[in-house]
């Protein structure tokens, strides 16, 4: 058996990793009938969200209890009551009346609904009921599909909302009763059937089901050899693979453990062969496969959700996260290279490479992206650009017999589709929950101030109490995102955290733009994955690598600086986010920020041309620091003293050859 063979974890070793760090991929494995009934459903799923996608949605209650039905039933069906290995081979009896609640209770608005939306006042006894077990029915789905943190979080907000006579100092609020709590939650689009259900109902369900279409061509294992004809014969080849494979799946992922997983049983055991430390090795991959989350054009499914919750078009937000994302990924490949440097580690031999010709071959693969990008341009709506980007897919299969949908695979794309969905719409649902609490009681504005306040008190200038509250702000961001899936984790953010941050424009001379609030909270959500304690990303990068779990989400957090540093640097200066600049101007800021990204790296890793002293090493990191931030003076500054680094290096790089040349002759 080859040492490819050893290394390389089996597709069973990549499901229980899935299964223990993705609560979404704890699913049962049926037989017989249930299977049947769940195929079913899941393929009825993706067809009627393919209709109302085509042919336009039904009213928003309808269209939205309807893809909360179709969600809630293959929840209970699919994902067990708990992780016991007994609880995965059938339906549970329990699960069965589980189902039928669901689809009683999101049955209830499409059947009675001219009556609900002609009703005035509160709702009577039995819509109390319905409401209720709504609520529940939610609560628990989410628990399955998605794990605990949201379902607790929610949990805590509903307590707080009904309470609020009785909580602290600024805290306290009129408070509403459980018949108040239960009308706003289920009948009104302030609670579950609110803005991220809407999201998910129509945007994210077609994406979801486009990324699909893209896996059922092969184009991952293309994404892989892609990356290999790029990067592998580079210093540190296989570091530079996992970057470039991980940033494109992040296109048809929207997971940063699934994605660490599947890119990460390739390219991890690559990166070890090659001699990188296997905390390393997993820190890689795992950084890499978080910052799919945010890398354009089509990012991961939170950033249609910032459509609604920031009031942007698509475009726009994928523009502004052009720069910061290829500043995170720079950061990265700069690190993996210099740390290549250090130990003296090369690129992938020739023979492992794959031929130009046959990487060629299945360029048509990404054909689909780049039309996907072009349509979004030209001002296409979000469902009418994911219907082409599937007919685009389809079409452009054919060219190839190897890469053709066939009738089959055309049926496992739409049930593999619907099958993502399905976290995505717990999440969503149960997300609806925090936001229609902050919208009754004013939390938001409440934490708001409040982070504001004790940033103020702390504070002797504006600036100052604008940087503690961004430093209150990212913590309460990490701490939130921790152990959720994307998309839950922008909704408590933005809604819980983004308050903070908009609180100080009135103090300010210059406004902060709403834009780089929210990528401000949309960042340090994602960087969750990798940051310990929970750094579920890099936990499951160590399945595969054999790494330490709180070392290798360390490694992942340094290599992952610039998720840390630069969304400081583009509410500071929103340049960073095209915001009001022109094309010169971002080309310098390119060009002084990866400079700055080039001597951070350094710094942190602390090799340059030769291994940096730790004094050496601090200076970098401030060099790097002035070159990121887009201002005039500390641009001049930083590319000054960077230019004077690089001079050091190599006058002491080349006297360091002649000492042991003249060694040698002597």
């Keep these: 058996m080859s040492d490819s063979t050893k290394e390389n974890p089996t597709e069973t070793n990549q499901e229980e990793l899935l299964q223990k760090y993705d609560a979404e991929a704890n699913t049962r494995k049926l037989g017989g009938v249930a299977a049947k009934v769940v195929f079913f459903g899941l393929l009825a799923f993706s067809l009627f969200q393919l209709y109302t996608g085509a042919f336009g949605q039904y009213t928003a209650y309808i269209q939205r209890t309807v893809h909360l039905g179709f969600a809630l039933s293959l929840i209970f069906l699919l994902f067990p009551a708990s992780k016991k290995k007994g609880n995965k081979k059938k339906v549970a009896w329990y699960d069965y009346i589980l189902v039928l609640l669901s689809i009683i209770v999101c049955g209830y608005w499409p059947v009675y609904y001219d009556t609900l939306v002609q009703q005035i006042g509160g709702i009577d006894q039995a819509q109390v009921i319905i409401g209720g077990l709504a609520i529940l029915l939610v609560l628990e789905a989410t628990r399955r599909a998605v794990g605990l943190p949201i379902t607790i979080i929610a949990i805590l907000f509903m307590i707080y909302a009904l309470l609020g006579p009785d909580m602290p100092g600024g805290l306290a609020h009129r408070g509403l009763s459980l018949e108040q709590l239960i009308d706003s939650m289920f009948f009104t689009t302030e609670g579950i059937l609110g803005t991220p259900l809407q999201v998910s109902s129509t945007y994210i369900f077609l994406f979801l089901l486009f990324g699909a279409f893209l896996v059922q061509t092969g184009v991952g294992n293309y994404f892989n050899d892609l990356a290999i004809a790029l990067a592998g014969k580079r210093t540190g080849g296989p570091a530079k693979v996992a970057i470039f494979s991980s940033a494109l799946n992040g296109t048809i992922s929207g997971s940063s453990v699934a994605n660490t997983v599947t890119t ?34 089509i990012m991961g499914a939170a950033a249609f959700l910032m459509i609604e919750f920031a009031g942007v078009g698509y475009w726009e937000i994928a523009k502004a996260a052009t720069i910061p994302a290829i500043l995170y990924f720079s950061g990265i490949w700069i690190m993996t290279h210099l740390e290549a440097k250090r130990m003296g580690l090369h690129g992938l031999p020739k023979e492992q490479i794959p031929s130009k010709k046959s990487v060629l071959k299945k360029i048509h693969l990404l054909l689909p992206i780049v039309a ?132 100080l424009n009135d103090q300010l001379e210059v406004a902060i733009p709403v834009l780089a609030g929210h990528m401000f909270v949309f960042y340090f959500g994602i960087v969750a994955d990798i940051t310990p304690p929970v750094a579920l990303a890099a936990f499951a990068a160590t399945g595969i690598s054999g790494g330490e779990p709180i070392r290798t989400g360390v490694n992942a957090s340094k290599l992952a600086i610039g998720a840390f540093i630069i969304p400081y640097m583009f509410v500071l200066q929103p340049q960073l986010l095209m915001i009001d600049t022109h094309f010169w101007e971002i080309i310098w800021i390119l060009f002084t920020a990866i400079s700055g990204m080039i001597a951070i790296g350094a710094g942190l890793i602390g090799f340059w041309y030769r291994k940096l002293h730790w004094t050496l090493r601090i200076v970098s990191v401030v060099i790097g620091l002035f070159l990121i931030y887009p201002e005039g003076n500390t641009d001049l500054f930083g590319l000054g003293a960077f230019i004077v680094m690089i001079v050091m290096q190599l006058v002491w790089k080349k006297g360091n050859q002649t000492d042991k040349k003249q060694q040698v002759s002597d």
């Excluded at 961001?477 to 308050?499: E, K």
């Design 264 to 297: 990460g049983s390739y390219t991890i055991p690559m990166m070890k062969k090659l001699g990188y430390r296997p905390n390393f090795a997993g820190a890689v991959e795992a950084a890499s496969s978080t910052g799919g989350q945010i890398m354009p054009p």
């Design 372 to 503: 996907i990008v072009l349509l979004l341009f030209q001002g296409y709506s979000i469902e009418r650009t994911a219907l082409y980007g599937i007919g685009i897919t389809i079409l452009v299969s054919l060219f190839r017999a190897d890469t053709r949908i066939t009738p089959g695979k055309f049926v496992i794309a739409l049930t593999s589709g619907a099958r993502t969905a399905l976290g995505v719409a717990a999440a969503t649902a149960c997300a609806g929950i925090i936001v229609g609490v902050v919208t009754k009681t004013g939390l938001g504005l409440k934490l708001g101030n409040s982070l504001v306040d004790i940033a103020g008190s702390l504070a002797s200038s504006p600036e100052t109490q604008l940087l503690l509250t961004l430093f209150f702000t990212m913590i309460a961001s990490i701490i939130l995102g921790m152990g959720s899936p994307t998309t839950a984790n922008y909704i408590i953010t933005s809604t819980i955290a983004l308050p903070a941050i908009l609180a």
